[in-house]
T-cell receptor, first 112, second 115 residues
Framework: GESVGLHLPTLSVQEGDNSIINCAYSNSASDYFIWYKQESGKGPQFIIDIRSNMDKRQGQRVTVLLNKTVKHLSLQIAATQPGDSAVYFCAVDSGGYNKLIFGAGTRLAVHP | DAGVTQSPTHLIKTRGQHVTLRCSPISGHKSVSWYQQVLGQGPQFIFQYYEKEERGRGNFPDRFSARQFPNYSSELNVNALLLGDSALYLC??????????????FGAGSRLTVL
């Protein structure tokens, strides 16, 4: 079945630097990819998504890159702020019914 | 606007007991999904309900069941609790049945501890 993995369980950055969080997936038929942010004591919060027919999508201070050749997904956060400190999950659409397959998450720590 | 609301926020049970968790979706959302998040891991899909019918089920034992009511709220029931059922149970709602450009909005979850 589909599996999703993240390259680093933790990432520590200085405030103002750019952050890059990586994710790998296994099913080449996956069509839809989403990044969620989860702060302590809260549920996951949608950040940005991308369809398989795209390789890049930009939001406010965030960019998602999709490389279908190597089945790799990344989230770039520009000018990282203390409020960006959270656990970030990539999730893959497994084919309907709102059944998302989540990775284990990367904890982003932003230091002043 | 109220988001997805879940109750209770925290609860403690002992092995063998039964638990019922409740979820109210965002107004107008007809689809409710349940996920289990064990500490240190990503959420894992349990169920999806749409228009009061089960539309998807994850790899969970029959001890787990759910239902959706006419007002689109939902309950997750777990029988014969095991220590391994200790987790954060997340409810998510969306407008339509299928994923894909159909953003799931999660509640804050119900944290279950089984002793």
């Amino acid at each position: 079945g589909e599996s999703v993995g993240l390259h680093l369980p933790t990432l520590s950055v200085q405030e103002g630097d750019n952050s890059i969080i990586n994710c790998a997936y296994s099913n080449s038929a996956s069509d839809y990819f989403i990044w969620y942010k989860q702060e302590s004591g809260k549920g996951p919060q949608f950040i940005i998504d991308i369809r398989s027919n795209m390789d890049k999508r930009q939001g406010q201070r965030v960019t998602v890159l999709l490389n279908k050749t190597v089945k790799h997904l990344s989230l770039q956060i520009a000018a990282t702020q203390p409020g960006d400190s959270a656990v970030y999950f990539c999730a893959v659409d497994s084919g309907g019914y709102n059944k998302l397959i989540f990775g284990a998450g990367t904890r982003l720590a932003v230091h002043p | 606007d109220a988001g997805v609301t879940q109750s209770p926020t925290h609860l403690i049970k002992t092995r063998g007991q039964h638990v019922t968790l409740r979820c109210s979706p965002i107004s107008g959302h007809k689809s409710v999904s349940w996920y289990q998040q064990v500490l240190g891991q990503g959420p894992q899909f349990i169920f999806q309900y749409y228009e009061k019918e089960e539309r998807g089920r994850g790899n969970f034992p029959d001890r787990f069941s759910a239902r959706q009511f006419p007002n689109y709220s939902s309950e997750l029931n777990v029988n014969a609790l095991l220590l391994g059922d200790s987790a954060l149970y997340l409810c998510a709602s969306s407008l339509r049945q299928n994923s894909g450009a159909n953003v799931l909005t999660f509640g804050a979850g119900s944290r279950l501890t089984v002793l």
